[in-house]
């Protein structure tokens, strides 16, 4: 029996034809995304209604969505954060969801070093104005014998914490759930939250997006933190409050940012944030690479097929 995938993440065949040819050798028919960004309710909904199964970007997954899905078993989440699925209306409606946990992990964790640096060094800045013809060597900072601290201590902030030590610097982290022997191994010291926020010369958020931490870092988290600091966001948007964090920038506290996700995607000109100075900015793109797609794209056509068989799949939410 065919059975039909929707695949609502971007670039699937160009950048994850493994995955592809994993589903349709099972037997899937493929339907994709062909928009380039998350898709509408309204496009969503004129395609649904045949789906088995779906390979889910950020587009919204609630129960509107749902009820006009009958045939939908399983949601497999094209990445980490679930914060667009409501996960326990899929649950009342018997669809599983399950993510790609760990699989971009390294990506995001490279990304979060590229842009500390790039943020200490001025390297936007640097390639903006050598390209302009000006000859402006502006003076930055070095990361060696530096604090970072990290907010939340799970699959991405681990892998950072590693690559962090051959740039000898101290690393302390903050969980809710701590993990001593990852921390120990990786000599890293678990301290609480405003530890990390009062000692760390570069503080990374790496938080999951929940109710909880919503606003994370709001103006009174930003004013703990050491003048002339730096602060990292390649997690969510919404563990942070963007006036403060703009404020933080332009009073001089932060003496620099570096932020890869919004508290409103996609984010435009007009956001205030981009006036301040200090600021390095990507379009959540820490994710973003072959290795990533490649591998995310056959970990998510593989619980779906599991899923669909009666298989219990990996990394079920
Ligand atoms: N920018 C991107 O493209 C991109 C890509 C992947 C993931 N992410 C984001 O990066 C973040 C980290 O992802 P991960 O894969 O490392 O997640 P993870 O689940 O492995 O780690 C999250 C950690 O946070 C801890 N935690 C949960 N609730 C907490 C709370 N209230 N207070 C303190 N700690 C808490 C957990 O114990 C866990 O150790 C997530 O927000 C994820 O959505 C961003």
Sequence with gaps: MTRTVLVTATNYSRLCSEGKALLEA??????????????????????V??????????DTWNDDVFAIAPRLKVISRFGVGVDNIDVEAARARNIKVTNAAGGNANAVAELTIGLIISAMRGIPELHASTRKGAWDRFVGE????RTVGILGFGNIAQKIAKKLKGFEVKVLAYDKFPNAEAANALGVELVDAD????????????????PETRQFMNADRFAMMKDGAYFINTA????????????????????GAAIDVYEREPTDATNPLFQAAGLVTTPHTAAETYETYSSIGVLTAQAVIDALEGREPRNLL
Excluded: W, Y
């Design 26 to 47: 099972n037997g899937c028919r493929v339907i994709e995304n062909d928009f380039g960004r998350p898709m509408t309710f309204q496009e969503l909904s004129d395609r």
């Design 236 to 255: 969510r948007g919404a563990l942070v409050d963007e006036t403060a964090l703009k404020s933080a920038l332009d009073t001089g506290k932060l003496r």
């Design 195 to 210: 530890t990390v926020l009062t000692q760390s010369d570069i503080v990374c958020t790496m938080l999951p997006s929940l």
């Design 49 to 58: 209604g045949d789906a088995d199964a779906v390979v889910a970007g950020v």
């Design 142 to 145: 070095e990361l060696i014998g």
